[in-house]
T-cell receptor, first 114, second 109 residues
Framework: IAGITQAPTSQILAAGRRMTLRCTQD?????MYWYRQDLGLGLRLIHY???????GKGEVPDGYSVSRANTDDFPLTLASAVPSQTSVYFC?????????????FGPGTRLTVL | GQNIDQPTEMTATEGAIVQINCTYQ??????LFWYQQHAGEAPTFLSY??LDGLEEKGRFSSFLSRSKGYSYLLLKELQMKDSASYLC??????????WGAGTKLIIKP
C-alpha cells in the first residue's frame, strides 16, 4: 500500500441499505477526513478525525457515521442510504489535524443510490 | 456565510499562459490551497499561500492578497496534460478547508 486506498471503487446501492466505505492510509498520518464531491459544488466535509479514538462533524454529517479505532483506518457508514447521498466520496489524510498541513486524497468511491 | 468563487470553465491554447482567479469570504483565514484534479481522479496538491505575494514553483505560480480576499493560479507554457479542474480552498478559523466548486481548464492544440 502506498498512500491512501479506498474501497470499493464504485457501488450501486438500493435506497434503505446500509453501506460502509473503507479508507486506509499507510503514512501514519494523525488526521483523516471524509468529503463528498457533487457536480457544481465544492468538496464538502462530512466527518473528520484528528487522532485515533476521536471524531468530529463537518459541514454535512447527517446520515453518515464514522469511527477511528486505529491510526490507519477511517470507515464511513451510511446507515440507511438515500438517493441524495449519490456522490463521489473522497477520503483524505494529513500529518496533523487543526493545522496548515497539506491534505492528501485517496482515489475516491463513486456511489449511486437508487 | 463562507464563500469561495472561481470561474466555472476556462479555455486556453497549448504553450500559452492562463490565470485562474479565486475570491473568498471566510470566517478566519489560515491559508489558501490550490489543488489539481483530473477527471475521475483525486485532487492533488499544487500550492499553499498564507502570506501576501507570489510563490513560484516551476510552470505554476500562486498569488495571494489577503486584504482583497483574492488569489490566482498562473500556469505557463501550457501542456495538454494541464487539462483538469483547479480547486481553490481556504483554511478557515477552525482549520477546516472551505472549497470552491473548481475551474475546469480546457487546453486546445
Amino acid at each position: 500500500i502506498a498512500g491512501i486506498t479506498q474501497a470499493p471503487t464504485s457501488q450501486i446501492l438500493a435506497a434503505g441499505r446500509r453501506m460502509t466505505l473503507r479508507c486506509t492510509q499507510d503514512m501514519r498520518h494523525n488526521a483523516m477526513y471524509w468529503y463528498r464531491q457533487d457536480l457544481g459544488l465544492g468538496l464538502r466535509l462530512i466527518h473528520y478525525s484528528n487522532t485515533a479514538g476521536t471524531t468530529g462533524k463537518g459541514e454535512v454529517p447527517d446520515g453518515y457515521s464514522v469511527s477511528r479505532a486505529n491510526t490507519d483506518d477511517f470507515p464511513l457508514t451510511l446507515a440507511s442510504a438515500v438517493p441524495s447521498q449519490t456522490s463521489v466520496y473522497f477520503c483524505a489524510s494529513s500529518e496533523e489535524g487543526g493545522s496548515t498541513d497539506t491534505q492528501y486524497f485517496g482515489p475516491g468511491t463513486r456511489l449511486t443510490v437508487l | 456565510g463562507q464563500n469561495i468563487d472561481q470561474p466555472t470553465e476556462m479555455t486556453a491554447t497549448e504553450g500559452a499562459i492562463v490565470q485562474i482567479n479565486c475570491t473568498y469570504q471566510t470566517s478566519g483565514f489560515n491559508g489558501l490551497f490550490w489543488y489539481q484534479q483530473h477527471a475521475g481522479e483525486a485532487p492533488t496538491f499544487l500550492s499553499y499561500n498564507v502570506l501576501d505575494g507570489l510563490e513560484e514553483k516551476g510552470r505554476f505560480s500562486s498569488f495571494l492578497s489577503r486584504s482583497k480576499g483574492y488569489s490566482y493560479l498562473l500556469l505557463k507554457e501550457l501542456q495538454m496534460k494541464d487539462s483538469a479542474s483547479y480547486l481553490c480552498a481556504v483554511l478557515d478559523s477552525n482549520y477546516q478547508l472551505i472549497w470552491g466548486a473548481g475551474t475546469k481548464l480546457i487546453i486546445k492544440p
